[in-house]
């Protein structure tokens, strides 16, 4: 491996050398052909700054010369709009009161003796009153008051309040004249913080009205949409006389002579609504006005020249700025998906573009040098940690075996040995595959039941061991030898000939999440784990190595298993009472690592 490194490394060398060396050279050859970015776009903006102060001299000589005519007609024009949305407004409502007067069997049977009768007729008024406020919205209120029995049916919106009803009623009690005939027309009227537009009918004891309020017809006439600044709008009656304006700083009732005498610097313009019978008035301030006044001549030149300008502008800075960022974003996306061999390739006449590009293909290729780097230094690193295992796994069990058989020679056991040494020689063959792999768990339990028979010879019938691994499982991928280090820690550690040991291996399905996990449970009768072995496989302690090698095992078993799994906290051991101990390995469906694995990575 340290040969194909130095292969590697020498390869990358050469190829980045060579393109230092390319780029060198072409630094040179390109340093005078190329032009800056910066100077030609400074070149372009002051170009720009020049034609836009030419542009606004030229539009300041034209703006004032047409700003008066284009105010005259743009008020002209406003207030035509406003005298015709009042016109419709209020013809359509004069519409609604006839409607209303023409139910005059309901208004006679309001002014009957039947009580019955009465409450009938108000209920239907009521909804006739209803169905006119959702026909007609620009009216707050449409209201019969009977001066008889003192009573008033009305439907409002939000603009009247439910003390505001109370002054309604009065003022309508009041103009009752106990005759047939409609008033004047439209009235206005101050009800409690607002001013209204009225207009009713009397029709007997009844009182029909239609109301609008000040908030009604600020929305109507939509001031908030004028596109003259400083400019106000009022409504008068035919004195001249303010009944609600959009504007500030007025009082109802106050002349709107006074307006102009209090500011001499604005223009008031005069309509009329309802022929005479209410006048518009519209003011603006001629200088602000003037101000944002247009010219359409000056614009249109404007326009076209800044067009043309822009669009010279977009044109250089799509050849030389934005296809080779376009370009770059492309090669990132395939570095990034892991194709290292993408480069920059996009040609520019701009000499930073240019050194982006060298720079950007100079990282790739430091940083490509430096991932191979890492990973074999990574690989390096595995390799010795895996090594080391194995060596430590592998001499204590022959130690172990080769005492086994001395033992049994010593006291004449001539069938045992044969027996044994039988049993031993599958477990080494089985054993000479171990590695950074899995095996199905019927052949570790194969493997596991000719370690127990080997034991059986010396311990005689010191030990139970019963396994309880359903069918399903059976092809399930484990690390191999898991089950013999775990077994052999038993005979090392807990069964003696003086006692009688129990160990039950159970298998089962585990879930977590949506990952698959096979769970292999050991249960020992006896024998208790110090609590430093529970603290360092538990909670990630640290653990000191003893000199008789107590503990190795399960701390190799647990490096194996994150080493394969890239998993934490698959190993769990616990201590039961009174007596015993409980082992818990839990094995993902997912290997993240294997021998073979490393093998076709080198």
Known sequence: ?????????????????????????????????????????????????????????????????IAKKNEENLVENTLQIYHNTMEGVLERLD???????????????????NNLEKVKAQYKMLQILKERCKDTKEADAYAVVNCKDNSILIQRNGNITYDTIKDIKKYLQKRNTFDKTPTSGWTSTVMGAQVYLVKYYNYGANTIAVLISEKRLDSLL?????????????????????????????????????????DPSISI??????????????????????????SGIVIFGFLVLSLLFFGTIVWYMQKEIFRPIADLFWVSRKIHSGDFRARAEYNTNSYEMEEVKQAYNDMVQ?????????????????DV????????????????????????????????????IQ???????????????????????????????????????????????????????VPQMILHTFLENIFKHVISIDSFTTVLIQALWSFSGKEVYLKLELYISQGQFSQEILDFVNKDMEITEKKDGSGIGI????????????????????????????????????????????????
């Not at 080391?388 to 592998?394: A, D, E, G, S, V």
């Open 1 to 65: 491996m340290d040969s194909l490194s130095s292969a590697r490394k020498l390869v990358y060398n050469v190829i980045g050398h060579d393109n230092k060396l390319q780029g060198e050279s072409g630094k040179e050859e390109g340093k005078d052909e190329k032009r800056k970015i910066r100077r030609t776009m400074g070149v372009f903006f002051t170009t720009f700054l020049l034609l836009q102060i030419i542009l606004l001299f030229l539009y300041k000589a034209f703006i004032v010369d």
């Open 95 to 113: 519409d609604n009161l006839d409607l209303l007067l023409g139910y005059r069997l309901l208004l006679t049977q309001l002014n009957g003796e």
């Open 222 to 262: 939509n001031y908030n949409d004028m596109s003259i600044k400083e400019a106000a709008f009022y409504l008068t009656d035919k004195k001249g006389e303010i009944l609600c304006a959009s504007g500030k700083d007025w009082a109802y009732g106050e002349e709107i002579e006074n307006l102009q005498k209090q």
């Open 269 to 294: 313009y005069q309509g009329s609504v309802l022929e005479d019978a209410y006048q518009m008035y519209y003011s603006v301030k001629s200088s602000e006005y003037a101000a944002y006044s247009t």
């Open 366 to 382: 430091t940083i490509l040098e430096m991932r191979v780097q890492k990973y074999e230094q990574e690989l390096r690193m595995k």
């Open 385 to 420: 940690q895996l090594k080391y295992i194995h060596m430590q796994l592998k001499p204590h069990y022959f130690l172990n075996a080769l005492s086994t058989i001395n033992s049994m020679v010593y006291q004449h056991e001539e069938e045992n040995v044969h027996t044994f």
């Open 423 to 477: 049993a031993f020689s599958q477990n080494i063959r089985y054993m000479f595959r171990t590695g950074l792999h899995t095996v199905p768990l019927q052949d570790e339990i194969k493997n596991a039941e000719g370690y127990l028979e080997m034991q059986r010879l010396m311990y005689r019938d010191c030990f139970y061991v019963y396994m309880d691994v359903p069918e399903e499982l059976q092809q399930y991928p």
């Open 555 to 602: 701390k190799n078993v647990k490096e194996v298993l994150k080493m394969m799994y890239e998993q934490d906290h698959l190993l769990y051991l616990e201590n039961l009472e009174p007596e015993g101990t409980k082992i818990t390995i839990w094995i993902p469906k997912t290997l993240k690592c294997t021998d073979e694995e490393k093998d076709e990575e080198r």
